[in-house]
């Protein structure tokens, strides 16, 4: 039982790294969009409030572009290490079977 849940395990990391960054950058997307979308809402407000919104809202669209590209930086570096990581013990694996083979055929 345990190698074949070795084996889904093996199998749904990749899955799971992918979901992760993808809702990570929908969520960062999504937000932008309702910044955007406020500046549309605010027009039948009055010129006033129109205004400020509008401006408050360009402010936060800035902020939150360099926010996503600062995620995006740091997401693609995760998953960078960690895709290193899992290669390095798989490896690692690979060696310790054939010295254990070597071994035992000595």
Known sequence: M???????????KPFALMIRLFANMLAGHMAMLVLTCLIFI??????????????????FNIFMNAL????????????TMLSAVFIGLAQEE???EHSAEKQQAH
């Open 68 to 79: 996503e590209l600062l995620v995006a930086f740091i997401q693609a570096y995760v998953f």
């Open 94 to 96: 690979h060696k310790e």
């Open 2 to 12: 345990m190698p074949f849940i070795e084996f889904i395990g093996i199998l749904t």
């Open 42 to 59: 605010s027009a039948s407000m009055g010129p006033v409030l129109n205004s400020s919104l509008t401006i408050a809202s360009v402010l």
